[in-house]
């Protein structure tokens, strides 16, 4: 078809303003608050166990640190690639002003990098000294660097470090819960986008976050296990499932009470919302996030919950959910990001995303993304063993 | 060297200290040094912003040198539009008061495209009472002709009700001098 034409074929309806049509904030700012999402889920279910004392947990306790550290690594990569000038992305942090949602997120975030290695640091200390006994050449350096230079175990020395991961845990909630809850903030920020600037924006997504997280490590958990060949810990996985069932149902709830709340409320823009969730996301929310990402594992989760399930179908169970409550957040973070830029400001018009294949912000660079914080995850896997190692019914 | 465990993680703690002090001076040097001034942005930007060479002329600009279309222009239905749209900036053309470059002038099928980018429907940006609108083909099919043909065939690019009004005029359909 001609140029000149061809906008007669774009399946756009009403009035939408020309820098309204196209979907500026892709595939990349959707994977953004995902990602952070699994991060703080994670930290949580290390936190439950390091600063909670909830001992079912130790067999993922480590594990769920180094998860939350390798995705944590890779944080910043999407908001990078959908920069057009990434390397300008510090200038940002040298001149932080409290209008710049993005440079407090940018300190935020190296706070709880920092925060999150020193954590991991401790918590493998006693490996640490134990493996750089016996490794050689540069693997040696890094092992002594990583343990400050010291091999001291003594009991003294152990329970200092015990103090220590609990300080740090204990101020790294606030931090991890601060820094999906700016996520939110941001998105909720937007005054201009009436889906996003709600003040529960950042409750829905730190909630949803712990959700994603959790189950990232169940699935984690039980796919590394299964391939290993290893015994899975039963009772490790009823308490994240039962932990997963109550940040789930907040989660569900909140996203149920904002769209409850947009139609109670009726504000200026509400027919723009009320038209846009059964309109064009009439399928990836209604159906897809709410009827089957979230009713069908609320109902899964309320079976595991109430009946008495034998371990083993338990475990699958808890697989499966999990499995589903992941392409959930997804979805969510999708409708939320790109589903609120399909109306336009006009307060008329929607229009619709193509997501493309190559480029920077293609699929195939999500795929890319959500790949390398498993390679990050191997690499860890070789400087800190995931699971303590022999006695088995210890893990 | 031979420190404790306790000795070693203090100077973990000042290090980081030091390094987040470091930071802060790196940072100070960094930051230009007109930052600020008027708020959180280089006060030499707005400077450097006015030096940058001027690249449109204004319609008037082009009116001394082209009185021919000038006299059509602004007489017609375009009269608000710049002529640097549609034939880029002054700055490509002239400078020093003599003619120093060729303008893009469009011909064909780039003029279609060039007159739909303002006035196709499908672009619902303003009213019609603001910009009138055309759909495609339909406009061409309406007036009976082949879906071929360019806009600047019936309409003068520079006043383009020029012809169809004189047409009306000739039918009758309109009185001379409206």
Redesign the interface.
């Given at each position: 078809m001609?140029?000149?034409?061809s906008?007669?074929a774009?399946p756009?309806s009403?009035?939408?303003?020309?820098n309204d049509l196209h979907v500026h904030w892709s595939m990349m700012i959707v994977l953004y608050p995902y990602i952070t999402g699994l991060v703080d889920g994670a930290f949580i279910i290390a936190a439950l166990y390091y600063l909670f004392d909830i001992k079912t947990l130790r067999p993922v306790a480590r594990f769920s640190l180094l998860f939350a550290l390798a995705f944590l690594c890779c944080a910043t990569l999407p908001l990078l690639l959908h920069l057009g000038r990434p390397e300008r992305n510090l200038n940002m942090?040298?001149?932080p002003?409290p209008?710049?949602a993005m440079a407090g997120f940018g300190y935020i975030y190296a706070v709880s990098m920092?925060v999150l290695v020193f954590i991991v640091l401790f918590v493998y200390r006693p490996d640490l000294v134990e493996l750089r006994v016996t490794s050689k050449g540069w693997l040696q350096f890094l092992y002594r660097a990583m343990t400050?230079?010291?091999i001291?175990l003594?009991e003294d020395?152990l329970v200092?470090d015990k103090k220590?991961i609990r300080f740090l845990v204990g101020i790294g909630i606030p931090i991890a819960v601060v820094l999906h809850g700016y996520v939110g903030f941001i998105f909720g920020g937007v005054k201009a986008n009436p889906t996003w600037s709600t003040p529960l924006m950042p409750v829905i997504f730190l909630f949803s976050a712990c959700v994603s997280g959790i189950c990232a490590i169940i699935l984690a958990y039980i796919v590394i296990r299964k391939i290993k060949g290893r015994t899975i810990d039963h009772r490790c996985i009823k308490t994240c499932i039962k932990t997963l069932t109550l940040f789930f149902i907040l989660a569900f709830a909140f996203e149920m009470l904002e769209v409850f709340s947009h139609s109670y409320l009726r504000t200026g823009y509400h027919h723009m919302v009320e038209g846009l969730l059964n309109g064009p996301l009439a399928d990836s929310f209604w159906f897809w996030q709410v009827k089957i990402g979230s009713v069908i594992p609320l109902i899964i989760l309320g079976v595991m919950g109430i009946f008495n399930i034998k371990d083993r179908l338990y475990d699958f169970m808890a697989a499966v959910v999990s499995t589903i409550l992941l392409l959930q957040v997804f979805l969510m973070r999708w409708n939320v990001v790109i589903g609120g830029q399909l109306m336009s400001k006009?307060a008329r018009?929607y229009t619709e995303f193509h997501p493309e294949w190559f480029g920077k912000e293609g699929i195939l660079a999500v795929i890319i993304v959500m790949v390398i914080p498993f390679i990050i995850l191997f690499v860890f896997s070789r400087i800190f063993p995931f699971w303590t190692t022999g006695n088995e019914t210890d893990v | 060297?031979d420190?404790?465990?306790?000795m070693?993680?203090l100077?973990?703690l000042i290090s980081?200290g030091v390094l987040a002090g470091g930071g802060l001076v790196v940072?100070r040097l960094?930051?230009p040094d007109s930052?600020?001034v008027y708020g959180?942005y280089r006060a030499d930007a707005i400077v450097e912003a006015a030096l940058v060479p001027i690249r449109h002329g204004t319609n008037a600009s082009c009116f001394k040198c082209h009185p021919y279309e000038a006299n059509i222009h602004k007489n017609g239905r375009h009269h608000t539009i710049s002529c640097e749209f549609c034939h880029g900036t002054y700055a490509d053309h002239v400078k020093n008061g003599k003619k120093t470059g060729t303008l893009p002038v469009k011909k064909g099928?780039e003029i279609?495209?060039l007159c739909?980018r303002c006035h196709?429907t499908?672009?619902?940006?303003r009213k019609e009472k603001v910009i009138k609108t055309v759909?495609?083909?339909d406009h061409l099919k309406d007036q009976n002709v082949k879906i071929t043909h360019n806009c600047n065939q019936c309409h003068h690019v520079h006043a383009p009700l020029k012809y169809i009004i004189r047409a009306k005029q000739i039918t009758g359909l309109m009185e001379a001098g409206s």
């Amino acid at each position: 078809m001609d140029t000149a034409y061809s906008f007669a074929a774009m399946p756009i309806s009403n009035y939408v303003f020309p820098n309204d049509l196209h979907v500026h904030w892709s595939m990349m700012i959707v994977l953004y608050p995902y990602i952070t999402g699994l991060v703080d889920g994670a930290f949580i279910i290390a936190a439950l166990y390091y600063l909670f004392d909830i001992k079912t947990l130790r067999p993922v306790a480590r594990f769920s640190l180094l998860f939350a550290l390798a995705f944590l690594c890779c944080a910043t990569l999407p908001l990078l690639l959908h920069l057009g000038r990434p390397e300008r992305n510090l200038n940002m942090l040298l001149t932080p002003s409290p209008t710049s949602a993005m440079a407090g997120f940018g300190y935020i975030y190296a706070v709880s990098m920092g925060v999150l290695v020193f954590i991991v640091l401790f918590v493998y200390r006693p490996d640490l000294v134990e493996l750089r006994v016996t490794s050689k050449g540069w693997l040696q350096f890094l092992y002594r660097a990583m343990t400050f230079d010291s091999i001291d175990l003594s009991e003294d020395a152990l329970v200092l470090d015990k103090k220590i991961i609990r300080f740090l845990v204990g101020i790294g909630i606030p931090i991890a819960v601060v820094l999906h809850g700016y996520v939110g903030f941001i998105f909720g920020g937007v005054k201009a986008n009436p889906t996003w600037s709600t003040p529960l924006m950042p409750v829905i997504f730190l909630f949803s976050a712990c959700v994603s997280g959790i189950c990232a490590i169940i699935l984690a958990y039980i796919v590394i296990r299964k391939i290993k060949g290893r015994t899975i810990d039963h009772r490790c996985i009823k308490t994240c499932i039962k932990t997963l069932t109550l940040f789930f149902i907040l989660a569900f709830a909140f996203e149920m009470l904002e769209v409850f709340s947009h139609s109670y409320l009726r504000t200026g823009y509400h027919h723009m919302v009320e038209g846009l969730l059964n309109g064009p996301l009439a399928d990836s929310f209604w159906f897809w996030q709410v009827k089957i990402g979230s009713v069908i594992p609320l109902i899964i989760l309320g079976v595991m919950g109430i009946f008495n399930i034998k371990d083993r179908l338990y475990d699958f169970m808890a697989a499966v959910v999990s499995t589903i409550l992941l392409l959930q957040v997804f979805l969510m973070r999708w409708n939320v990001v790109i589903g609120g830029q399909l109306m336009s400001k006009s307060a008329r018009g929607y229009t619709e995303f193509h997501p493309e294949w190559f480029g920077k912000e293609g699929i195939l660079a999500v795929i890319i993304v959500m790949v390398i914080p498993f390679i990050i995850l191997f690499v860890f896997s070789r400087i800190f063993p995931f699971w303590t190692t022999g006695n088995e019914t210890d893990v | 060297m031979d420190l404790s465990y306790r000795m070693r993680l203090l100077i973990v703690l000042i290090s980081i200290g030091v390094l987040a002090g470091g930071g802060l001076v790196v940072k100070r040097l960094l930051i230009p040094d007109s930052f600020g001034v008027y708020g959180p942005y280089r006060a030499d930007a707005i400077v450097e912003a006015a030096l940058v060479p001027i690249r449109h002329g204004t319609n008037a600009s082009c009116f001394k040198c082209h009185p021919y279309e000038a006299n059509i222009h602004k007489n017609g239905r375009h009269h608000t539009i710049s002529c640097e749209f549609c034939h880029g900036t002054y700055a490509d053309h002239v400078k020093n008061g003599k003619k120093t470059g060729t303008l893009p002038v469009k011909k064909g099928k780039e003029i279609t495209t060039l007159c739909l980018r303002c006035h196709n429907t499908e672009i619902k940006a303003r009213k019609e009472k603001v910009i009138k609108t055309v759909a495609m083909p339909d406009h061409l099919k309406d007036q009976n002709v082949k879906i071929t043909h360019n806009c600047n065939q019936c309409h003068h690019v520079h006043a383009p009700l020029k012809y169809i009004i004189r047409a009306k005029q000739i039918t009758g359909l309109m009185e001379a001098g409206s």
